[in-house]
């Protein structure tokens, strides 16, 4: 494809997968929260930065190093974030604003700050990584929620905003194993989502994934209720 990506929240996880399968025949651009979250990590062709973006001092600074590293951006994939699952009333202050300002607000002031550079490519993307959570009613999830579900109504404005210049895609997805699950739970897998986001940037323009929903086959969440018939 020979593009330039940028991918946050690239050291493990979802992230980590996209960059490795990316990384075959594009230019990365990898970001964590630190730069020592790599140290065990080597990605070919990739420039790696490491900013704690809970401070949004960290953004500027993110955006001012990418820039002095590249004049401009094909692919942007807004992916770094965390989830806390806790009944909303044993949430602490703390964590709430955690996954407020890293799931949310983060994601929107580098999107704002990096459009510039994708305005230089002839075909830019910006992907955000939602959750089927912003779908769902999932106990537990409240915050969490609340964050993806802001991010996919976000995603869905810019991309009118933005139509005809920038694609704009969202990706949902049902649980991925991103914690070393050995117990075999029927979930899908970090390369899966890697697959899905290869595939969506390598549509050719006009056509658009606006906005895809990922799940395991033998969905064992949300697929029944108390009161469904035994399949
Ligand atoms: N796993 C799932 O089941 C699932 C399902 C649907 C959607 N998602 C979404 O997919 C995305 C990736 O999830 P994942 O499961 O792959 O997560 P993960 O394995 O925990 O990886 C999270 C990534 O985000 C970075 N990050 C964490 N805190 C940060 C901070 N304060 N500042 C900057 N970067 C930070 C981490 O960097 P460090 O290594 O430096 O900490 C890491 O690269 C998230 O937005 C998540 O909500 C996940």
């Not at 075959?24 to 704690?52: C, R």
């Not at 994708?118 to 609340?146: C, Q, T, W």
């Not at 006009?206 to 033998?218: K, N, Q, T, Y």
Request: proline share 3%; hydrophobic share 40%; with cysteine.
């Amino acid at each position: 494809m020979d593009k330039k990506i940028c991918i946050t929240g690239a050291s493990k996880g979802i992230g980590l997968a996209e960059a490795q399968l990316l990384s075959k025949d594009n230019e990365m651009y990898l970001h964590a929260s630190n730069p020592s979250s790599f140290d065990k990590i080597s990605i070919p062709n990739s420039t790696l930065f490491g900013y704690d973006f809970t401070k949004m001092e960290n953004v500027d600074l993110f955006v001012e190093e990418l820039q002095q590293k590249t004049n401009s951006l094909d692919v942007l994939v807004n992916n770094a974030g965390l989830m806390f699952i806790e009944k909303f009333s044993d949430f602490s202050d703390k964590d709430i604003n955690t996954l407020i300002t890293l799931n949310l607000h983060a994601q929107l002031l580098v999107t704002k700050k990096l459009i510039p550079l994708l305005l230089k490519s002839k075909d830019p993307h910006i992907i955000f990584m939602s959750s089927m959570s912003a779908k769902n009613r999932i106990v537990g999830e409240s915050v969490y929620a609340a964050t993806k579900a802001g991010i996919m109504q976000f995603a869905h404005v810019l991309r009118n905003e933005l139509a005809g210049k920038i694609r704009v895609s969202t990706i949902h997805s049902w649980g991925v194993n991103t914690w070393d699950d050995k117990e075999g739970a029927e979930i899908l897998t970090p390369e899966n989502i890697a697959e899905t986001l290869e595939f969506i940037i390598s549509r050719k323009r006009p056509f658009l994934v606006e906005s895809i929903d990922l799940g395991h086959e033998s969905h064992w969440n949300g697929a029944s209720a108390p009161w469904s018939p035994e399949v």
